[in-house]
Structures are given as structure tokens and as C-alpha cells.
């Protein structure tokens, strides 16, 4: 039996890039905020709110965990993830970009009903003489 909530499952999901997973954490009526660095959006509906996460993550051809946590706050679930990235081409020799989002999920009996989104937007990773990240103080136990 799965004792992980629908949070912790996205959360998972997410960091294997499994947006089929991930889709299957949502309410079928699910909607998302997301403040954007950009400006506000809006995204309602499974398949729409796992296709704007599937747009920022699928495709990268070099992507890395770099932070994630989870807790609750009151009924809500918090989440954080930080991703370094490479997002063009095959990856090679291309610059690594930094993002870190931090959202807020309300949970009902069919999964994530609602779901707030701060997003950092990707920026471009200082060079690293290792080629390594750096080791994050905030790490879950659900990559272990």
C-alpha cells in the first residue's frame, strides 16, 4: 500500500521527469497559479497543468536534482524543487541553468486539487571549476 501523499508522489515524479506519473497525482479538476517571472498565468484541467511541467523539464537533454523538500503547513503541502539544467540541443558544451520553484498543493480524494507556483525562472549557472553542484542543504528523503 502507498503511504506517500499525492504531494510527495509529484514530487517524485517530477524529479524522474515521469509526467504520466505526475499526471496521475492530479485531480482531474485541478487548477494551478503560477507567478512567472514574466507575470501571473493561469492552467486548469490534468493534462494542462502536467503539460506546463512537461514543458519546462521533458526535453532537457542534460537535467540534474540539485534540491527538493517537502513539508506540510497547516492542510497545505509545500514543496521545493531546485533543477540544474541544460535545455538546448544535445547539451554539449552548452551553459547549465539554475531553477528553483516553490509550490503550495491542496490535496482532495482524487489527488492535487490546487496548486500555487512561485518559479525563479532559469538562470544561467556560474561556472564551476569541478563541473559539480554544489551540495544543497535542503535534500529529501525520497531520492534516497
Keep these: 500500500m502507498d503511504t ?3 504531494s510527495e508522489r509529484f514530487l517524485k515524479a517530477l524529479t524522474d521527469r515521469d509526467f504520466i506519473r505526475l499526471a496521475d497525482c492530479l485531480a482531474s479538476n485541478v487548477s494551478m497559479r503560477l507567478l512567472l517571472p514574466r507575470g501571473p498565468e493561469e492552467r486548469s484541467g490534468r493534462a494542462e497543468v502536467a503539460a506546463r511541467l512537461q514543458g519546462w523539464f521533458a526535453t532537457a537533454p542534460r537535467f540534474e536534482v540539485d534540491a527538493v523538500d517537502h513539508a506540510t503547513v ?5 514543496l521545493m524543487w531546485r533543477f540544474r539544467v541544460v535545455r538546448e540541443g544535445d547539451g554539449a558544451g552548452r551553459p547549465w541553468e ?3 520553484q516553490v509550490a503550495f498543493f491542496n490535496e482532495g480524494p482524487d489527488g492535487i486539487e490546487r496548486l500555487d507556483l512561485l518559479c525563479s525562472g532559469f538562470h544561467p549557472e556560474p561556472e564551476r571549476s569541478s563541473g559539480q553542484a554544489e551540495t544543497a542543504e535542503t535534500t529529501s528523503t525520497l531520492l534516497a
Excluded: L, M
Design 74 to 78: 497547516g492542510p497545505r503541502h509545500r
Design 98 to 100: 539554475v531553477i528553483e
Design 4 to 6: 506517500q501523499s499525492a
